[in-house]
């Protein structure tokens, strides 16, 4: 993985330790595989509590990545954030081994970073997209 200090000193370290302490991330069990320079990318081992009932990942479960990756990647360059909006389109049904959301800053601001993302259900090598997201991440001051 590759270790960035984000623009107010916060680590990746310091955000694995975040993640730790928000229940719904432990629950989650996110890896973070990159996050530095305004992209992010998370994977997240599937499993049945991620479901719905057709077996396909939750769109709560694929709208929390799209969120994160953005989120992440504003973080990256504009330090301490929090999500304002963001808009998802969910584009195929998620069925794989993993999820990969990728996130990539747009336009960084004094006040504002907007970022788009997209999730991917992953089997062995083979990507799908399924869903595509744009936020507006606020930037804490």
């Not at 623009?7 to 629950?27: C, R, S, W, Y």
């Not at 998620?94 to 990969?100: F, N, R, S, T, Y």
């Not at 996130?103 to 399924?130: D, H, P, T």
């Amino acid at each position: 993985m590759s270790v960035k200090v984000f623009k107010d000193g916060i680590t990746v370290e310091n955000l694995k330790t975040l993640l730790d302490m928000t229940p719904f991330a432990a629950f989650l069990r996110p890896e973070i595989i990159k996050c530095e320079d305004g992209y992010a990318e998370l994977h997240v081992a599937m499993r049945r509590e991620l479901t719905q009932h057709h077996g396909y990942a939750h769109g709560a479960v694929i709208g929390c990545i799209a969120d994160s990756a953005c989120a992440w990647a504003a973080g990256s360059v504009a330090g301490d954030v929090v999500t304002a909006e963001y808009k998802i389109n969910l584009l195929a049904p998620a069925v794989g081994d993993k999820l990969i959301g990728r996130g990539y800053v747009l336009k960084s601001g004094r006040s504002m970073v907007v970022a788009r993302s997209e999730v991917f259900a992953a089997k062995g090598e083979r990507e799908r997209l399924v869903a595509a997201a744009l936020a507006t991440i606020a930037v804490l001051q």
